[in-house]
């Protein structure tokens, strides 16, 4: 069974800080999806990474991936109060359409 | 451009009465959809897929149903809700298997 980490599950940081969200997962795969969830909200697509070594940057967020070690990263780059949400990343791997998502992370950013 | 709209957007239902939630995607043939449901302060859990008319996969033994009767029309259904089944229900479309799922507005559904 394909089991999807997040750590840490909650981020307080302040504004201007650089910080990093990891994702694990459990079982070889070819695609990951990061996504945004703010409170109350519905999700929305951030990044899809779909090779080993893949790198997506949008404004302050880049996201990696290593399939070797079964190792996303979402790196956000001098932070500011918008980019508090919660972040979830989400694995895909094998036959048909199944995502399994991980924890999701909390990320509050302070002024 | 493509859109998801589901309905309602809140419910809330006695114990024991029926389901029915209603997603509709426009702008696209043959997607995939999908529905998940998301407990408070939680993850995503898959429920039911369907990559085309009249096919369901399930994920979750439960007493929650889910049926396709049109290509873009994706239903959620239950005859007897439980207390268990309160929480954010959530469709999403993809174009096929390795295509980002697109998630539409969500149903906040309180069982009571």
């Known amino acids: 069974e394909l089991k999807v980490e997040q750590n840490p599950l909650f981020l307080s940081m302040q504004e201007g800080k650089n910080y990093t969200i990891y994702c694990n997962y459990s079982?070889?795969?070819?695609?990951l999806y990061w996504y945004r969830q703010d409170p109350g909200k519905s999700l929305e697509s951030l990044f899809v990474?779909?090779?080993?070594?893949a790198v997506k940057q949008e404004g302050r967020l880049m996201a990696s991936l290593d399939t070797k070690a079964r190792l996303s990263t979402l790196h956000i780059t001098a932070a500011v109060h918008d980019l508090s949400a919660t972040y979830f990343c989400?694995?895909?791997?094998?036959?048909?359409?199944?995502?399994?998502f991980g924890t999701g992370t909390r990320l509050q950013v302070t002024l | 451009s493509q859109t998801i709209h589901q309905w309602p957007a809140t419910l809330v239902q006695p114990v024991g009465s029926p389901l029915s939630l209603e997603c509709t995607v426009e702008?696209?043939?043959?997607?995939?959809l999908y529905w998940y449901r998301q407990a408070a302060g939680r993850g995503l859990q898959l429920l039911f897929y369907?990559?085309?008319?009249?096919?369901i996969s399930s994920e979750v033994p439960q007493n929650l149903s889910a049926s396709r009767p049109q290509d873009r029309q994706f239903i959620l259904s239950s005859k007897k809700l439980l207390l268990s089944d309160s929480g954010f229900y959530l469709c999403?479309?993809?174009?096929?298997?390795?295509?980002?799922?697109?998630f539409g507005p969500g149903t906040r559904l309180t069982v009571l």
């Open positions: 990474l779909l090779s080993n070594g």
């Open positions: 989400a694995v895909g791997p094998g036959t048909a359409s199944k995502l399994t």
């Open positions: 702008g696209t043939s043959n997607p995939n």
């Open positions: 079982t070889t795969s070819d695609r």
């Open positions: 369907s990559v085309g008319i009249g096919q």
């Open positions: 999403a479309w993809s174009r096929d298997r390795t295509d980002t799922q697109y």
